[in-house]
């Protein structure tokens, strides 16, 4: 891995070239971390011997084509996958897979999830939706709660849709009230398992300038995603995995422009060039 003067450099690079203030400095302390994951589903090993850590404050973005073991790599860190083998630590603490539900709730509510399909309540409204956790799990008071949520919801830019039920929204208005009921929990770090896939294009803008937004303020952040110039310009670190491996990692200024391995360079020449065309 780059140390964290090479990632904050890089960070501070691409933000001033995009006239974006630049992230605030990484610390030395690391949030998540595993040593030699795998993870088979049948036959099929999905993950070898992940060695993988994320500092307070980085932003990460998993890229690789579908299949390499981006989600499943997320899933087992919030222990939604149980790995076969390996560790996983969550701000020092490890995760057993053998933990009751009640025994790894401290540790799994230190990580907020957004999914690519946004898992809301359909039968709660948006401001029910962001607060149930915090009410249920975090023991809030229900006024606390509530003044929360509505702060969330203003960062995300929908309070004027506290009251509407998830039906009444679009794609992207779900997204971002998704990523407000994972800030609500006030997690360690926040998980993203490719938010933008499930979007029209034209909705997809909305959620990156939330994701942008939470970057820029130091947020922890893991962020499996096929938009490669947010991986590009927004992360400070970018690991390419392919067919269950970390096949290559580092500085994205560095990794887009000179990649060392065959395999990144032939993904990332496909991918750009889908987005030229396109």
């Known amino acids: 891995m780059h140390d964290n003067i090479n990632i904050q450099h890089a960070a501070a690079s691409n933000s001033a070239s995009s006239g974006i203030p630049p992230s605030p400095p990484i610390a030395d302390e690391i949030i998540i971390q595993t040593k030699k994951l795998n993870k088979s589903f049948g036959d099929k090993q999905v993950l070898k011997d992940i060695d993988f850590e994320v500092r307070k404050g980085e932003v990460v973005a998993l890229i690789g084509p579908s299949g390499s073991g ?11 996958e149980k790995a076969d083998s390996g560790d996983i630590y969550i701000h020092g603490q490890k995760l057993n897979p053998h933990l009751s539900v009640k025994q790894l709730s401290p540790i799994r509510r230190e990580l907020g999830m957004v999914f690519q399909h946004f898992n809301l309540f359909p039968h709660m409204t948006v401001l029910q939706n962001v607060i149930a956790a915090p009410l249920l799990v975090r023991k809030m008071s229900r006024d606390e709660a509530i003044a929360l949520g509505e702060s969330l919801l203003a960062k995300v830019g929908l309070l004027d849709k506290r009251d ?19 800030l609500a929990m006030q997690p360690q770090a926040l998980l993203f398992d490719e938010p933008t896939s499930a979007l029209d294009p034209e909705l997809v803008g909305e959620v990156l300038r939330v994701m942008k937004d939470l970057a820029y303020e130091g947020r922890t952040m893991i962020v499996v995603t096929h938009e490669m110039f947010f991986a590009r310009d927004v992360s400070d670190r970018v690991v390419f995995m392919d067919s269950g491996s970390i096949i ?3 500085d994205p200024e560095e990794l887009f422009r000179a990649p060392k391995q065959k395999r990144t360079q032939a993904f990332l020449e496909r991918m750009l060039a889908h987005l030229t065309l396109a």
């Open 70 to 80: 981006k989600s499943t790599l997320i899933r087992c860190l919030n222990a939604l």
């Open 248 to 250: 290559e990692q580092g």
């Open 164 to 182: 509407t039920y998830p039906s009444r929204l679009s794609g992207g208005q779900k997204q971002r009230v998704a990523i407000a009921r994972a």
